[in-house]
């Protein structure tokens, strides 16, 4: 009597949760594949700050380029003093008061400083090219992001549906065993046993709704919006396509943005280490100035000024050499991870292609199972209804045949998620 006052109050539970389930996915905004990387573009914080660092390149090398002109600077101002004396001829004290005018203007140019601002442009182009490199491996990598978030909230989505069609099969079966339990053709525990398998199936719908809810609300986050966002079903994604792996694998290890940040990295490093050389070199530098003052605007007395100058650096407590060192060791490391990236590069793609062709025989082999497990279930269904099977048989058929569902939904993920992957790896869409 106990475990049946259980069994119905699991029963009641179950019947009672869907609508508290289905409403954690209301008020969701529903965006497709393309728009949710557009927004995710545009709102993730690592693009923006990847953005930025372009930024700050393109004004470095801005400023590398305008060393190279003379500095100008103009000077203006005007005075005005009170004064008193005391007159003896009149032996009065006489209020007076003094005004001057004066402006110049003057210019300084760097005539040589051993090369150092060549070496300079260099490494701000070298810079720029490398937060560039960066911009286009960050996007890569959001989008990478944005589709592995879209993917699973597809698959939640999918889930969902399968759960569903699991308690319509669950409460056909529940009838089922109702109707010959009044027939008196099975007995008592068939119906608690179809119970149970209802509320499961009930149970399994809450879990998959709630994991639907978690992952809308992972890709707001994501697109940068508030609430959910309902990831829009494209036929066209579910498209399996085939690869050539040797054209693929030449197409990684040429144009992957992973290498290409890396590579420009090296670069950046390599024109470091020669500009440390410009600070062994003299420095060689011209200013002129000219300048008028006076205590009238239209009488002012002009005054120039020219100067070449020159300063050598012959020590200065081995600075340079540690500047110098501390330069060929980054560009070292960045060589080192250069060839690390591409065997990186190499190795992944590898594990990635394989993992694709398992979630495509996955893929298939669940289908089959599907279409397998329909019809087993139907068959035990039939056999249930004659006397000639028990309701364990056809629960472990129908169990079966949920299993070759979920199975489908995963292996499909699995081939997205793979396939976003390897799309992040070389750089392009396949």
Do not use: C
């Amino acid at each position: 009597m106990r475990t049946r006052l259980i069994i119905r109050a699991a029963v009641v539970t179950a019947l009672a949760t869907p609508a508290a389930g289905a409403s954690l996915t209301a008020q969701a905004q529903s965006v497709t594949l393309e728009e949710a990387i557009e927004m995710a573009l545009r709102s993730q914080p690592a693009m923006i700050q990847a953005h930025g660092q372009v930024s700050n390149a393109n004004s470095a090398k801005l400023q590398a380029v305008g060393a190279w002109l003379p500095s100008l600077s103009a000077s203006s101002g005007f005075s005005s003093n009170s004064s008193t004396r005391y007159d003896q001829a009149t032996q009065r004290t006489v209020l007076g008061s003094s005004t001057s005018y004066s402006s110049g203007i003057s210019a300084s140019l760097t005539v040589f400083d051993g090369l150092s601002r060549m070496y300079d442009n260099r490494v701000a182009s070298a810079d720029a090219a490398a937060a560039d490199a960066t911009l286009i491996n960050q996007e890569f990598q959001t989008t990478l992001q944005t589709k592995q978030t879209f993917f699973n909230a597809l698959a939640a989505e999918e889930l969902v549906r399968v759960s569903e069609s699991q308690i319509v099969r669950s409460l056909e079966q529940h009838e089922i065993s109702k109707e010959k339990l009044a027939a008196g053709t099975a007995t008592r525990s068939d119906t608690l046993r179809s119970s149970v398998d209802l509320a499961n199936a009930r149970l399994q719908k809450l879990n998959a709704e709630a994991q639907l809810a978690n992952g809308e609300a992972a890709l707001a986050r994501l697109i940068g919006i508030d609430g959910s966002a309902k990831a829009v079903r494209e036929d066209a994604l579910l498209v399996m396509v085939d690869i050539d792996t040797t054209t693929l694998r030449d197409e990684a290890l040429q144009q992957s943005p992973t290498i290409y940040q890396a590579e420009a990295a090296v670069r950046a490093a390599d024109a470091t280490v020669s500009a440390s050389y410009g600070t062994y070199f003299p420095r060689i530098s011209a200013s002129y100035s000219r300048s008028w003052s006076g205590s009238e605007v239209l009488e002012l007395n002009p005054s120039w000024s020219a100067r070449l100058s020159a300063s050598w650096t012959l020590f200065n407590g081995f600075a340079r050499e540690a500047s110098k060192s501390r330069a060929q060791v980054s560009r070292d490391n960045a060589r080192a991870q250069a060839e690390d990236a591409r065997r990186d590069v190499n190795t992944q793609l590898t594990q990635y292609l394989t993992a694709l062709a398992q979630a495509r025989a996955q893929h298939e082999i669940a289908a089959g199972n599907i279409a397998a497990g329909q019809e087993d279930l139907r068959v035990q269904r039939e056999r249930y209804r004659l006397g000639a099977a028990t309701l364990v048989e056809v629960l472990v058929a129908q169990a079966s045949l949920d299993s070759a569902e979920v199975s489908v939904v995963q292996a499909r993920l699995d081939y997205l998620v793979t396939k976003a992957q390897i799309e992040a790896l070389i750089g392009r869409e396949l």
